[in-house]
């Protein structure tokens, strides 16, 4: 789209592939179809709640309830399933629904209010994740086995988990790229000023991207619960600040406006690259942690090189 | 005759494509209130940040009590005296009156704690002297903007200033609040103080000044006792000049009404407001800062309610105005403030010229980018924009190119009527000419224009019909042949008879 996005973008790759390079010389075993197959698989749930989390950064927001929704959709599956088949359609749309009611409200008291998205979503988030433990505190219900075709089917060789992720992630590029509603995402993150005066409906576009980044986070939670047979009411956690480092690695700007789900893919894979390999070297995880931490600050000023520092 | 305290000579200071000030002197005496007065870009607020600091000179020199000095930094200046209290405060609101004045010099014991008995006692002391019964304990925010105005001056005076630089303080304050002001700018003058006044409001000189000095284009014009001389003096002193700038021929496309407010009243920034607007032809609308102006543009445009009153377009009344409404009714906006209101800067030029037309050239739901490609390049083309290519992001083209743009945004939504506030602020001459041929084109192709602009010379050289205002009201409108910059300058400062 922009010259110097693209160059951006760039480098984040070169450095994905340096360090796929780097772990492939390390460990035997890195580049064995199985291995690429755990990566692809691992980045997923990360992966799909960092789209919608993109959406919403995009536009100068934040989304901090994504755990809680994770948790919630998670449950709510696999409680309201308890193993049965035939309720899998109308249970997941119902979870689906709730996800983009959800959203709905983020955006409706962001918009109407004007209180700062970090402290409405921060706010939804303990609340949802409250619900989530008044209904269940320890692991809860069935999946059907329908369902756990989501996590654990394949087609072909490709696993249908990895299959959801790149349909939709190939949707949300094309949505930003080539919509009306995504450059109006752009614009709004741009100038917020100017796209009301172009007559733009700042309020409801805004609103859209958290029903999208929570729908994506409900997609994460069914995955999850499919992935391991019950509902979580913790399994959203690690989610809620983790789901925004690949947006911020990929070159995503917090300030809105700059960035894009290409960059976000490459900070997707950045951090499970490095989790994978610092796994196969047998590395503890709290190194991971140490390392997931300076790559955050480096990338960050990378992409704010010169801008602050004269 | 008093001393003089301060003196600059032969100040020149230009910034990229502009000359800013050309070879200016100016001087101050102790005990004395000395106008600078000027309008708009005439170059005051440029000559008084070289005073305070703020910028240095290219040329010339500045001599504070008889020494020469180069200021580094506005610090500098403040240690020898010099404060300047400008339209916008610096004051911190959450903070209190007392530590609001002792700002970054607090008072402290033992080094590390702060003084709170002096911080209060001497701010009250300071309140007091100006005559003022503000109480130090406050906190700025619950003040009225009068109010601020005198913590300013106390902090001035508390940094021991005999130099004090004011930047049009009555424009944010009126009535007996500028009365109590004149009071305490006579007493800063009687106990020794050197007052520089900025103004283009001519009454106050009168009223305050000993001498006034005005400015034109960046050069000297002259230094006058106001009690010599008359206001027609002064404002021909603001405005006689050579019109230097070139405009389009005044060729008026198909005459007829298509915008008519009646009576418009905002709160206190629109009063009684009436006004047609025709096609085919430029109205220009004229008055000072804070005149009401930009207020009105908005209301227009829909993004701004109006408190009472009527708006018509065309034969069909306005009712709850709205951005979007205005926009399918045919209205374009170019804002005053270019990188506030106008650009995306993180999109490209291509981008940000098809933002209002997305609608038009998507199919289903998807932007045909081919179809965008071919606008954006005629536009570039039929505007002149230079800019390497359309993928370009706009935040790296100049001001001009910047503002084509923006009209090319406006102008392929096709609009019946355009209004544009300073359509030509910040940008090279070249640009300049181009955008007015480019405003006289759509005019005569019978697009309705209605232009503010703070420059007389674009009023005049490019109007058909000159609306004017002062003080929120409509002080009348003048016809092409009528429009002088004298007439416009009298009743933008409120000597015309309104109507």
């Known amino acids: 789209m922009h010259l110097k996005e693209h160059r951006e973008t760039y480098v984040v790759y070169f450095i994905l592939i340096l360090m796929v390079l780097v772990s492939s010389l390390l460990s035997d075993v890195f580049l064995s179809l199985r291995n690429i197959n755990n990566i692809l698989r691992q980045s997923v749930c990360l992966g799909l709640v960092s789209i919608g989390q993109t959406f919403v950064i995009l536009t100068a927001g934040i989304d901090l309830s994504v755990g809680a929704v994770i948790s919630l959709t998670s449950c709510l599956t696999t409680g309201l399933l308890m193993g049965r088949d035939a309720l899998t359609i109308p249970v997941v749309l119902l979870v689906l629904a709730i996800a983009l009611s959800i959203g709905f409200c983020n955006g409706f008291i962001i918009t109407r209010t004007g209180i700062p998205p970090l402290i409405v979503t921060l706010g939804t988030m303990e609340l949802i994740q409250g619900g989530v433990f008044l209904y269940t505190d320890e692991p809860y219900g069935q999946i059907s086995p329908y369902l756990e075709v989501l996590a654990w089917g394949k087609l072909g060789f490709i696993p249908v988990s990895v299959l959801l992720f790149v349909i939709t992630l190939v949707v949300g590029i094309v949505i930003l790229r080539q919509t009306k509603f995504g450059r109006h995402i752009y614009a709004i993150g741009g100038n917020e000023e100017t796209a009301r005066l172009s007559g733009i409906k700042v309020n409801r576009v805004k609103i859209y991207t958290y029903m999208l980044c929570s729908f994506t986070a409900a997609l994460t939670g069914i995955l999850l619960a499919s992935r391991m047979g019950m509902g979580d009411p913790t399994a959203g956690e690690p989610f809620m600040l983790e789901s925004l480092v690949p947006v911020m690695v990929g070159g995503t700007s917090l300030m809105g406006g700059k960035g894009g789900l290409i960059g976000t893919l490459a900070g997707i894979f950045i951090l499970t690259v490095l989790n994978n390999s610092l796994n196969m070297l047998d590395v503890s995880g709290y190194w991971q942690w140490v390392v997931e931490g300076v790559i955050i600050v480096v990338a960050v000023a990378f992409y704010l090189r010169g801008k602050n520092w004269d | ?499």
């Open chain 2, 1 to 499: 005759m008093p001393e003089k305290i301060f003196e600059m000579q032969k100040i020149s200071k230009s910034f990229p494509g502009v000359q800013a000030l050309d070879t200016v002197d100016f001087d101050g005496k102790y005990g004395e209130v000395h106008a600078l007065i000027g309008e708009n870009g005439a170059g005051k607020s440029t000559l008084m940040k070289i005073l305070a600091g703020a910028y240095r000179q290219n040329h010339g020199k500045i001599i504070v009590k008889q020494e020469e000095t180069h200021f580094s930094s506005p610090r500098e200046a403040q240690k020898l005296g010099i404060s300047t209290i400008y339209q916008e405060f610096n004051l911190l609101e959450e903070l209190t009156v007392a530590e609001n004045i002792f700002l970054g010099r607090e008072p402290t014991k033992n080094r590390f704690f702060l003084d709170k008995s002096y911080l209060f006692g001497q701010s009250e002391k300071l309140l007091s002297q100006l005559g003022t019964q503000i109480d130090p304990h406050r906190k700025i925010k619950y003040l009225s903007v009068a109010e601020q105005q005198m913590v300013e001056i106390a902090k001035a005076l508390s940094q021991n200033a005999n130099i004090i630089i004011m930047d049009e303080p009555s424009a944010v304050i009126s009535g007996k609040e500028l009365d109590s002001l004149y009071r305490i700018i006579q007493g800063l003058k009687n106990s020794g103080k050197a007052i520089i006044y900025i103004s283009h409001r001519l009454e106050e000189i009168f009223e305050i000044a000993d001498r006034a000095t005005v400015l034109k284009d960046g050069k000297l014009v002259g230094t006058v006792f106001p009690s010599n001389v008359d206001k027609a003096t002064l404002v021909k002193m603001m405005v006689g000049r050579s019109l230097s700038e070139t405009f389009p021929e005044k060729v008026a496309g198909e005459k007829s009404e298509i915008l008519t407010l009646k009576n418009i009243t905002q709160g206190k920034s629109l009063k009684n407001v009436s006004l047609r607007v025709y096609t085919g032809e430029i109205l220009g609308i004229s008055g000072l800062v804070g005149s009401g102006r930009t207020e009105l543009a908005r209301i227009i445009f829909g993004a701004d309610q109006f408190d009472a009153g009527e708006i018509y377009f065309g034969t069909e009344k306005v009712h709850k105005n709205s951005i979007r409404k205005s926009i399918s009714r045919g209205i374009g906006f170019v804002p005053e403030d270019r990188k506030k209101e106008g650009l995306i800067e993180c999109l490209s030029v291509g981008q940000n010229i098809t933002l209002l037309i997305l609608d038009q050239i998507k199919k289903w739901f998807f932007i045909q980018k081919d179809r965008e490609e071919n606008i954006a390049n005629g536009s570039v083309e039929q505007l002149n924009i230079a800019t390497p290519d359309i993928d370009q992001e706009i935040q790296f083209l100049s001001g001009g190119n910047q503002q084509k743009v923006i009209l090319a945004r406006c102008i392929n939504a096709n609009p019946k009527v355009i209004i544009m506030d300073e359509p030509t602020r910040g940008i090279d001459v070249g640009a300049k000419a181009e955008v007015y041929s480019l405003i006289r084109k759509l005019a005569g192709q019978g697009t309705a224009i209605i232009m503010i602009s703070s420059e007389l010379p674009e009023i005049i050289g490019m109007s058909d019909r000159v609306a004017v205002m002062h003080e929120g009201k409509m002080m009348g409108v003048l016809s092409s042949a009528e429009a002088t910059e004298e007439k416009i300058m009298m009743m933008a400062t409120g000597y015309g008879q309104e109507n």
